[in-house]
């Protein structure tokens, strides 16, 4: 049984992370500013986990979190393509500083194996610029103290439990639209391409990753896929059943028009192998049905916010 520590657990990923680490028989400890014994009990399984309450700003807190952990994993931050421009002190503090902090936690704590979790690093935004520096560090931190990090650059992850707000992700946003029979927002004309992974199999491959012994520059994480943004939308108004179609926008700042998104997979075949991943008509079925179930309040919420957004 190895002892791990996953900062952001009771987020998106890191909550696939937490029950990836839990299948494996593990000891794990859920690291988050927002986290309670309770929530943690009642999402894995009463007692499956322990809850700490401590934030990536406090390095002390990091410390004692980590003590005797023979693995971090590292999930916490904050989010935004575009929302975090306006906020750039907030998003250096939050995904360069609080990096920082967990990396230089962990090797004080005498954590042999720390995991990062990022993105492809292709638009001039505040959140790609930091999770890119992030990265950098990662590497220096592990040259300087010998802590070995492994780091995954997750695609455009989806599935159940992801936040319809504040931060807008296609298919939450799609799902609240076409769940109240709009339009589906489009930013610019839908031809730009994604690479979508299911929460569960990034988090299952997180792990996977951790142990399979690999070192070095963060490795690409989708299943090497590339959808149009337009298909996604297809695939969301079809299930749900929406004939409003779809309407373009203008892209948001922090986005390129044409971008083509899509792993390279061959990295992570080497690391882990044969990667495995959920069928995509079946797992967006699953995803879109649990939001199907969600008060209509937070749907209703949801739409109004992004509208507001969009205008």
Not at 18 to 39: C, H, I, K, P, T
Not at 291 to 306: G, T
Request: charged residues 20%; hydrophobic residues 50%; contains cysteine.
């Amino acid at each position: 049984m190895r002892r791990a520590v996953v900062v952001g657990g009771s987020g998106f990923i890191g909550g696939e992370v937490v029950s990836a680490l839990l299948a494996a028989g593990d000891e794990v400890v859920v690291f988050d500013r927002s986290v309670s014994q309770g929530r943690v009990d009642a999402r894995f399984g009463r007692h499956a986990a322990r809850a700490v309450r401590g934030d990536i700003g406090d390095p002390e807190a990091l410390r004692a979190a980590f003590a005797r952990a023979d693995e971090v994993y590292h999930l916490a931050g904050a989010l935004g393509t575009s929302e975090l421009d306006a906020q750039l002190r907030h998003a250096v503090e939050a995904n360069v500083i609080g990096a920082v902090n967990v990396f230089e936690a962990a090797a004080r704590a005498g954590v042999t194996t720390v995991f990062l979790a990022s993105k492809p690093n292709v638009w001039l935004n505040a959140y790609s610029i930091t999770k890119h520096a992030a990265e950098q560090l990662a590497q220096l931190v592990a040259e300087r103290d010998g802590v070995r990090v492994c780091a995954l650059r997750f695609f455009n992850a989806y599935g159940p439990r992801q936040s319809l707000r504040p931060v807008r992700k296609i298919v939450p946003t799609f799902a609240a639209q076409a769940l109240r029979g709009q339009p589906l927002g489009v930013f610019g004309d839908g031809e730009q391409t994604v690479d979508m992974i299911l929460a569960a199999d990034a988090g299952r491959l997180a792990v996977e990753l951790v142990r399979s012994g690999h070192a070095g520059p963060p490795i690409d994480c989708g299943r090497g896929v590339a959808m149009t943004v337009n298909e996604v939308a297809a695939a969301v108004n079809a299930y749900l059943g929406n004939r409003a179609g779809v309407t373009h926008l203008p892209m948001r700042p922090g986005e390129t028009p044409g971008t083509r998104l899509v792993a390279d997979v061959a990295p992570l075949r080497a690391a882990v192998g044969e990667p495995r991943f959920a069928p995509w008509e079946e797992s967006l079925a699953a995803t879109l049905d649990w939001y199907a179930r969600l008060d209509p309040r937070e749907i209703d919420a949801a739409v109004a916010e992004h509208a507001a957004n969009a205008a």
